[in-house]
């Protein structure tokens, strides 16, 4: 059975740093593209960032560029988001997700590129 599995998430004050955590299993992911997304209630899910399944590539969305950093251990079939100096605005639901079908520096921002998603972990900044 494919999973992803997000944690880390949580309640926390403005200007302070997360790092979410997504555990792949029941597949070898290391050939996938991994990226990060957010979604607010009545809002539709937003890019975050993407890896390449190389790692040699990154993609940040605007809003969360020079604050945000994600980064992969294949070995551990882990994808990680690092946020710091978080926002009020960055209070969401993060979802983690696999895009199966991607060269070595693909690194694609569309939720219907990704196959699979996890179930996602809220994170709210207070300001």
């Known amino acids: 059975q494919v999973q992803l599995v997000e944690s880390g998430g949580g309640l926390v004050q403005a200007g302070v740093s997360l790092r979410l955590s997504c555990a792949a299993s029941g597949r070898d992911f290391s050939r996938d593209a991994m990226g990060w997304f957010r979604q607010t209630p009545g809002k539709e899910r937003e890019f975050v960032s993407a890896i390449s399944w190389s790692g040699a590539r990154t993609n940040y969305a605007d809003s969360v560029k020079g604050r945000f950093t994600i980064s992969r251990d294949n070995a551990k079939n882990t994808v990680y988001l690092q946020m710091n100096s978080l926002k009020s605005e960055d209070t969401a639901v993060y979802y983690c997700?696999?895009?199966?079908?991607?060269?070595?520096?693909?690194?694609?921002?569309?939720?219907?590129?990704?196959?699979?998603w996890g179930q996602g972990t809220q994170v709210t900044v207070s300001s």
């Open positions: 997700a696999a895009d199966k079908n991607t060269g070595r520096l693909a690194v694609r921002v569309r939720v219907y590129e990704y196959e699979y």
